[in-house]
């Protein structure tokens, strides 16, 4: 019988502190600068690049100021309701929102815009590729556009080792290699491996390596 052990690998809290810039300066120094009355914000990039990280960050940035944000996305079922309370909007995975969603999003953008209160807005393509209305699309395009590029390797790298250690956790060049080669390399899908694979290894009380790696991803493909 294989030993299960505790949950682990807490995440820590969404930040601007807790993102890795990487090539995105310019998107955080504009975002840690919003105020009332600022234009709309787009951040566009592939799945993992770290567009939703960046609106909890926002949010959470709010809240440490005691104010309060409205979040919407295409996991929330229309009609929308404003809250006048707020002071920011955010709309994430803007690519993905139905004809109704979309018609609840452009009146949430029209109410924010009339209050003076700022919307950021995320999808997985630049707003001209929106597959939207055309009103909604435009909105979303005609304040400060940012594409919120992925970690590099070498950045990738240094950050999955530095959770690794800050977890107790010892990988070998090789086990990063194979990490690094053969899963999408934004940071949440990573640390999600590196919980996986230490977590595997204490059930199997076995060190870390590329052959114990095989075996979990073997193991999780033949259930």
Same mark, same amino acid.
């Given at each position: ?7 682990? !690998?807490? %995440? ?13 300066? $310019? +998107?955080?120094?504009? *975002? %840690? ?9 787009? &951040?566009?990039? !592939? ?14 940035? &709010? @809240?440490? #100021? ?27 995975? +803007? @690519? ?8 609840? +999003?452009?009146?949430?953008?029209? %109410?924010?815009?009339?209050? !003076?209160?700022? $919307? ?30 992925? $970690? ?40 999600? #491996? *590196? @919980? ?10 076995? #060190?870390?390596?590329?052959? *114990? *790696?095989?075996?979990? $991803?073997? %193991?999780?493909?033949?259930?």
């Amino acid at each position: 019988m294989r030993q299960i052990p505790l949950a682990i !690998g807490i %995440e820590a809290p969404r930040t601007f502190e807790t993102f890795v810039p990487g090539a995105n300066a $310019l +998107a955080i120094a504009h *975002l %840690e600068a919003l105020g009332a009355q600022a234009a709309p914000v787009y &951040l566009w990039g !592939g799945s993992g690049a770290g567009k939703t990280h960046l609106l909890e960050a926002l949010v959470h940035r &709010l @809240d440490e #100021q005691g104010m309060r944000a409205g979040w919407f996305s295409a996991a929330d079922a229309a009609p929308w309701a404003f809250e006048d309370a707020w002071s920011l909007v955010v709309v994430d995975n +803007a @690519d993905a929102l139905d004809p109704e969603q979309q018609h609840a +999003a452009f009146s949430v953008f029209v %109410e924010a815009t009339t209050r !003076g209160v700022p $919307l950021v807005a995320a999808g997985r393509v630049p707003p001209v590729d929106l597959a939207v209305r055309e009103d909604l699309r435009t909105r979303l395009g005609w304040g400060h556009v940012f594409a919120v590029q992925p $970690l590099g390797e070498a950045e990738a790298r240094a950050t999955l080792r530095r959770v690794a250690d800050q977890r107790g956790i010892f990988l070998s060049d090789d086990v990063m290699d194979y990490l690094l080669t053969r899963f999408a390399r934004d940071l949440k899908h990573l640390v999600v #491996q *590196l @919980d996986r694979l230490d977590a595997f290894s204490l059930s199997t009380k076995r #060190q870390i390596t590329v052959p *114990l *790696l095989k075996q979990m $991803l073997a %193991e999780e493909s033949g259930r």
